[in-house]
């Protein structure tokens, strides 16, 4: 099966388990706290029989789950807009909720997590249009009294 993005890249590719709850995939990243990020990745099968079903977690919160498709090397993404909260940073985990030993075999590919431009300006930005729109009101007053 080919890397999901070039056809030549990295990608991680799983074998299933009979014990439940094991993170096939987790890592910790810093956030900004209160900012929205995409998560996204994909997954796809690499045998066809008991396609896994991935539940993406944050912080030990499901927040997303994939069901793999029967057939080999189908990529599917998984997406979703998340908040950080009151975290700082957040640790993401990708279990494998199949538990079957036969089969049960998936590989991961392009897993990231993309901040999003706020729709909020924050107080230091607020504070700085304020500036410039009383600068630009004082200069138009200022050439109506020349």
Same mark, same amino acid.
């Given at each position: 099966?080919?890397?999901?993005? !070039?056809?030549?890249?990295?990608?991680?590719?799983?074998?299933?388990?009979?014990?439940?709850?094991?993170? +096939? %995939?987790?890592?910790?990243?810093?956030?900004?706290?209160?900012?929205?990020?995409?998560?996204?990745? %994909?997954?796809?099968?690499?045998?066809?029989?008991?396609?896994?079903?991935?539940?993406?977690?944050?912080?030990?919160?499901?927040?997303? !789950?994939?069901?793999?498709?029967?057939?080999?090397?189908?990529?599917?993404?998984?997406?979703?807009?998340?908040?950080?909260?009151?975290?700082? *940073?957040?640790?993401?985990?990708?279990?494998?909720?199949?538990?079957?030993?036969?089969?049960?075999?998936l590989t991961l590919d392009d897993i990231s997590l993309d901040g999003? +431009?706020? !729709?909020?300006?924050?107080?230091?930005?607020?504070?700085?249009?304020?500036?410039?729109? *009383?600068? *630009?009101?004082?200069?138009?007053?200022?050439?109506?009294?020349?």
């Open positions: 099966m080919a890397d999901h993005t !070039t056809g030549t890249g990295l990608m991680q590719t799983a074998n299933g388990t009979t014990t439940a709850g094991l993170a +096939i %995939w987790r890592q910790t990243v810093s956030v900004v706290p209160g900012t929205d990020y995409t998560f996204s990745a %994909w997954g796809a099968s690499s045998f066809s029989i008991n396609p896994a079903l991935l539940s993406f977690r944050a912080n030990d919160v499901e927040f997303l !789950t994939l069901q793999l498709p029967v057939g080999v090397g189908l990529w599917t993404p998984a997406t979703t807009v998340l908040n950080a909260g009151v975290n700082s *940073s957040i640790e993401f985990e990708i279990v494998d909720l199949t538990i079957e030993g036969f089969g049960n075999d999003l +431009i706020p !729709t909020v300006p924050e107080p230091a930005s607020v504070a700085l249009l304020a500036f410039f729109a *009383s600068c *630009s009101f004082l200069g138009r007053d200022a050439r109506k009294s020349e």
